[in-house]
């Protein structure tokens, strides 16, 4: 008894029974205020941010090409002229490579105004048949070399400008994609429309299937490893009378050379052995709490269906989410767009006797004439933008605050949508007479509850959770650098460090989870919300592992059905393999026809995986409403239980009946 005793004050003491609770507690105080304010004011720097890179940034440098002298093309006085032309391709070509065009774009150094002679190279030496891609005018690939100096006279266009007819086909498949999407958009739509019926339909019924799903999916885990089993064994028989060992091959880089030793197949057998034994021990130890598992499954099931809306409120997370990276994203292009552009002298040859006294890479004005035309080929050409200013010095401290900002925000509106769903569920089931005792809006008043008391410990747990993501992001950004200079000892380090900060995110989030949940509930601040939802969670360990790998074989299942579903019927629909549709249902005529179909994939896993997280969302907050259920309440008339009948029947328990009255809860 004493040791169990000491056990249970280790992790915690049970919750003691209060007469006043009913539920999601509605007379509460603000949480973290200082945390809060440090939010808001955070906050409010961003918009700072914002504001100053909209000041001083340029997007246009980004969406519309300049000529030499620095004038955008297809505005202003240029408006007319939407497209830049380049006088001489080849000296592109020859006076860069395909990094710097994929970092900086196609800058090439040739004066654009045509005011002055050919001599003074004002004017194109020649012209070629050109088509418009991204604002220029590319050359096409089937014309006539010209002849001019410093060309070979084996180089084609096509050799010339390889890179430019890249951009060309990009551009040409770029189209057909577009055309694509034109022709089967709402095709796609109406697949979409599909998986969201087929994900709302799997959750809702789940109150009706879910104990022989579970069971089945449990045997086709049994089947699955059973085969491997077997044909492990068989291909270890085969290797073995044949005398292959590890012995005979050696030490070899080459993995699928180990496929044709008897070892190996022995060694997984043994794997599988072991598994296929702790699963059957599983269901033979703890098939009690697989049942309440499934219970809680099908519980879950009903209160989504008794809040429909919730199934919706991913919306709500998407939109903000999208508010916050759009912010972030136009903050990020101006800021890389601000500053002034320079203008340097260049010559396609400087160790020539005429260009020694040119002072090259000097700033100079692109409208002015060249300081010395004995200089062939000099011309003044743009370099980069101004690196000097208050901006500009802090560019990188200011990109820095945008990322953290962006983390921290998009933290927060998750943080926001799981502390908001498990308000709502948690009022449904504290909820002694389902469903008359249920608030009538319980998702609007769990939104307006958590935005007006818990921001700031919303904003603590999604702070805690950025910090790890950032150093996550430094320390694979130092392993990107270091990865040519690394012994195979600090890769191993390396490694162990990115090992440990990948487990700590994945803990930071499960506890924010369940921390989020105790605050929607009782209204307490993070730290105290956090240690009472650990230690409760420790107290039934067994039970939390058991739910949570039902939960996940269910909904991964569930993703499976739909994505699949939706795969398999676009794949057969845009490859027009369903006959007799008539005509207002034919399959377009497309280019790519695994577009939309990758599309609809896409998009099916997104919808499944926003409902699913509803659904996991649900399951995980009357697990922990359940585990206190169980330590608050006896079954007494004072104290009776709010869990479900089939949990109560599972469990062995039961409410006193009032008297006179033989129902029992």
């Not at 997007?59 to 030499?68: D, F, K, T």
């Not at 959770?465 to 996550?472: P, S």
């Not at 676009?570 to 369903?578: A, D, E, K, V, Y």
Request: net charge positive; glycine share 8%; charged share 15%.
């Amino acid at each position: 008894m004493g040791g169990k005793q000491d056990g249970e004050e280790a992790y915690g003491k049970p919750v003691k029974y209060d007469p006043s609770f009913r539920g999601p507690i509605k007379n509460r105080g603000c949480t973290d205020v200082i945390c809060c304010v440090l939010f808001l004011l955070f906050i409010l720097g961003y918009i700072v941010v914002g504001i100053v890179a909209w000041a001083y940034g340029d997007p246009r440098q980004v969406l519309y090409p300049r000529n030499s002298t620095g004038a955008y093309c297809g505005m202003g006085a240029n408006k007319d002229k939407p497209y830049l032309l380049y006088f001489n391709i080849f000296s592109c070509i020859l006076a860069t490579n395909v990094i710097t065009v994929a970092e900086h774009g196609l800058q090439c150094p040739t004066p654009q105004p045509v005011l002055q002679s050919l001599q003074q190279e004002l004017c194109p030496s020649f012209l070629l048949p050109s088509t418009p891609a991204l604002g220029r005018c590319f050359p096409w690939h089937n014309s006539t070399r010209p002849d001019l100096p410093g060309i070979s006279s084996n180089t084609s266009i096509v050799q010339g400008i390889s890179g430019l007819i890249d951009s060309l086909n990009a551009r040409d498949i770029s189209v057909k994609i577009f055309e694509d999407f034109a022709q089967s958009w709402y095709w796609i739509l109406v697949a979409l429309g599909v998986a969201l019926v087929l994900s709302l339909l799997f959750i809702v019924l789940l109150r009706l299937v879910a104990g022989p799903l579970v069971l089945v999916l449990i045997l086709g885990v049994l089947g699955v490893l059973a085969y491997g089993i077997y044909h492990c064994w068989k291909e270890y028989r085969v290797l073995r009378d044949e005398g292959a060992s590890i012995t005979q091959l050696g030490f070899t880089t080459n993995l699928s050379a180990y496929r044709s030793v008897q070892e190996t197949w022995l060694a997984a057998l043994v794997v599988l052995a072991v598994l296929e034994g702790l699963l059957l021990l599983m269901l033979i130890f703890l098939r009690q709490r697989i049942r309440i598992a499934i219970a809680l499954l099908q519980e879950a099931s009903k209160a989504v269906g008794q809040m429909m809306s919730t199934m919706f409120y991913p919306l709500v997370t998407f939109v903000l989410l999208l508010i916050c990276i759009a912010y972030w994203a136009m903050i990020a292009l101006y800021l890389a767009t601000s500053g002034q552009p320079q203008y340097v002298f260049w010559a396609p040859n400087v160790s020539l006797s005429s260009c020694e006294k040119v002072p090259m890479n000097t700033s100079c004005d692109p409208t002015a004439q060249p300081i010395n035309s004995s200089c062939p080929g000099l011309m003044c050409v743009f370099q980069g933008y101004l690196s000097t200013g208050l901006v500009q010095r802090s560019l990188f401290n200011l990109q820095i605050y945008g990322v953290l900002g962006l983390f921290w925000t998009v933290n927060w509106v998750l943080a926001l949508g799981q502390c908001v769903l498990a308000g709502a569920f948690a009022s449904f089931y504290w909820a002694f007479r389902k469903p008359q005792d249920i608030p009538t809006f319980p998702l609007s008043a769990a939104f307006i509850r958590t935005l007006r008391y818990h921001t700031g410990s919303l904003a603590f747990g999604a702070l805690i959770l950025t910090l790890v993501q950032i150093a996550r992001i430094i320390l694979e950004y130092v392993d990107h650098k270091l990865r040519g200079a690394q012994n195979p000892v600090a890769r191993c380090i390396m490694c162990c460090f990115k090992c440990c900060l990948w487990c700590l995110e994945k803990f930071i989030k499960f506890l924010n989870r369940n921390a989020y949940i105790m605050i929607a509930i009782y209204g307490k601040n993070f730290c105290v919300s956090a240690k009472n939802a650990f230690t409760l969670l420790l107290r039934n360990i067994v039970r939390v592992v058991v739910l949570d790998k039902v939960t996940d074989l269910l909904l991964l299942f569930g993703k499976l059905l739909v994505v699949g579903g939706v795969g398999v019927l676009s794949f057969f629909f845009f490859t027009g393999r369903i006959p007799g549709l008539g005509k207002d249902f034919e399959s377009p005529h497309l280019n790519y026809y695994w577009l939309p179909i990758m599309t609809s994939i896409l998009g099916a896993y997104v919808i499944a995986s926003g409902f699913f997280s509803v659904f996991g969302m649900c399951v995980d907050t009357l697990f922990l409403c359940f585990l206190e259920d169980l330590e608050r309440n006896d079954g007494s008339l004072d104290r009776p239980y709010y869990m479900s009948k089939a949990l109560l029947k599972i469990l062995g328990k039961k409410n006193e009946a009032p008297p006179g009255d033989k129902r029992k809860k």
